[in-house]
């Protein structure tokens, strides 16, 4: 099994192309879905069954359904609906474009309100009260107090949420977005070389995540510096 | 709806085949985490620097992308393997069943191989003191007194794993396997109907993340039951 | 120790028993999701042109048939990779295809058709027959990846916006919901599965038939890997034979109002 390094070499300058594709999608599904993650947070811990039936629903169906599935319903199923392909947001839904970022925010954000959720939870009741002795309102005790220790607790598991976001984008590949993958598919169909494509893509994949990776390190490192640390 | 007569069937069968499928990649992925974690706990370096190469690898790169080296990757290598006994085979291969189920178990085992290894940490030093105290070997001490007290910290995060697990079966349609996605893409071929066929889809999978669900709360009750009086 | 040997063994069963070849099993590539020439019916079996071929020329040459479903855009690596041993997904036989595999004789004729909606008012050949490539900008064609349609529209014309599908079906939803203008694509396969029917009841084929040799080859063939010759002079003598008899027109008409050999 001889590797054609020509075609590595060759190729790869083609991929990395697609890697404003993958940013974007990446980018624009984390913001938006950090958007969504905090409003379903505050509807899941308000107390109120109204707001919490609904955010706990949603969060169930997202979080129990494949990734896939759920880019394919957006994406394919939607036009299927009159009422869709009549609707002011049909111009988003037409292109697969806004179908894949659609479909990421939305898996995204149910993960990473549960991921908030449990940093909120993971902080000390005894600082919530401190808070209340103190006379701050709940909305200040929340803002002030609550948030900032609930953010460093979750940052781990969101770190690993975000690098599973990088990875789902490799799935806009589906629904003929031209991202990374999407082009290392098509050089493989035209070159009938698998191997050497998807290794070497791969690899900018592991680059990409460690990247990621290093990054929210330094950001954790930097907002536990008050902790001590176990000997 | 009507569209769906004559598929009932079929999605039956294919929902067959994604729980096969979480069977044994379920029983391949403790496999894996658990060797993973004694690798990474161990004190060879060759280990740990292979379980962390491991990790990283299957860690950082899109699931997909995994499975269609696995795909293309596994009949050529495994028929060079067979071929250097008996140059008479014409070809070994494996099916997209096993090619994915090890794929994804491979995948998920490296979230397992951290989760487990975090658990064994938590394992109270004094009980493996009193395992050594009375003369039990180092494997056995592995598997009567480490295993047990890891399970019930490791149960939480690994009820996730299988959730995981299920959902990227869905992601194994793209290499042939005909569980319900790729029932629901030959549906569609014939009727036309993509929103309904992918929604059923949704429900089968969220049927089945229920059930996971569930059983991850009875478990956990099991493991927890000798610590009630206590709390 | 015990652990161990017990692992091994398992994992040698479970390769060694899965598939092995035994004498003469050939596996068959195909798409799967190909109306007419290769799909599902509701009821599990697989149908179609090229299937109804494939089991001809089986049992002509004396071999049990295994059916393997494929992605389109994987056909030729997996293949090439050894996950089947013929290719019977009416690939057209094309000089790039021929660089790395071989091909049987046709059992089918291979051309293409740009299928858009009724009225549309484009002007897009000329009286020859030719595309006119500026007529074509800003337009968006509907195409699936690794087909001869892909290749013909990259080299011909490169004005035009395209939009790559890795499958067949997916073409026809999106021209039907407005995200492609154009699809170019079997024009038998379209006229069954789209025109003839409700869904494809505004749209029409807004181009000639093009059947470039070039990039349509001379036809579709049974693909196989490069150095299987003994294997792809029984072929032959099979669909020559299937000719001959009339059973290829026989296959044909159960589906197309017309031969396509």
Known sequence: MIFDFALIADSIPKMLAGFWMTFELWFLSAVLGLALAIILLLMRISGRWYLYAPAMAYIYIFRGTPILVQIFIIYHGFPQLEFIRESIFWPILREPYGCAIL?????????????????????????????????????????????????????????????????????????????????????????????????????????????????IGLIEKRMSRHVRSEA | MEALNGWWDDFFWGSVVVADVFVVALILTVLFGLTGAAA??????????????????????????????????????????AQISNPEIKYVDIPPFWAGSIAIALI?????????????LGVEPGQIEAARALGLSNFKTFIYVRIPAMWRLALPPFGNHMLSLIKDTALISIIGLEETLFVAEQAIATTGKPFTMFIVVGAIYLGFSTIITLSVVVLEKYANQHLKIAR | MKMIKICLVALSLIVAGVCTASAETLRVGMECTYAPFNFKSADGKLMGYDVDVAKAVGGLIGADLEFVCQKWDGM????????????????????????????SDTYRISVGRLVGRKNSGWKLFDSYD?????????????????????????????????????????????????????IMTNPMKAHLRFLSKKDGAGFEFVSPQIDEKKYFGIGVGIGLRKGNDELKARLNEALKTLTDAGWLEKYALQYFPFAIH
Do not use: C
Not at chain 3, 161 to 182: P, Q
């Open chain 2, 108 to 120: 998920v085992g490296s979230y397992a191989t951290e989760t487990f290894r975090g658990a064994f």
């Open chain 3, 76 to 103: 030729i690596p997996a293949l090439l990779a050894n996950k089947f041993d013929l290719v019977i997904a009416s690939m057209s036989i094309t000089d790039k295809r021929l660089k790395k595999m071989d091909f």
């Open chain 1, 103 to 215: 479909a990421l925010t939305l898996n995204t954000g149910a993960y990473v309100s549960e991921i908030l959720r449990g940093g909120v939870l993971g902080v000390d009741r005894g600082l919530k009260e401190a808070g209340a002795a103190l006379g701050l309102s709940s909305t200040h005790r929340f803002i002030y107090i609550t948030s900032p220790i609930a953010i460093r607790l979750a940052l781990p598991a969101y770190s690993n949420d975000i690098i599973s976001l990088m990875k789902s984008t490799a799935l806009a590949s589906t629904i003929t977005l031209l991202d990374m993958m999407g082009i290392a598919r098509t050089i493989v169909a035209e070159t009938y070389a698998p191997y050497e494509i998807f290794l070497s893509l791969g690899v900018i994949y592991l680059i990409l995540t460690w990247i990621i990776q290093k990054s």
């Open chain 2, 40 to 81: 990474k706990l161990s004190k060879n370096r060759v280990a740990q620097s292979i379980a962390n190469g491991y990790t990283i690898i299957f860690r950082g790169t899109p699931e997909i992308l995994v499975l269609l080296l696995f795909y293309f990757g596994s009949a050529i290598t495994l028929t060079a393997i």
């Open chain 3, 130 to 182: 030719k595309p006119i490539s500026a007529n074509f900008a800003g337009l968006k064609v509907g195409l699936e990846r690794a087909t001869t349609y892909a290749d013909w529209f990259e080299n011909e014309l490169p004005e035009a916006t395209v939009v790559l599908y890795d499958s067949n079906e997916a073409l026809y939803l999106d021209l039907v919901n407005g995200r492609t203008d154009m």
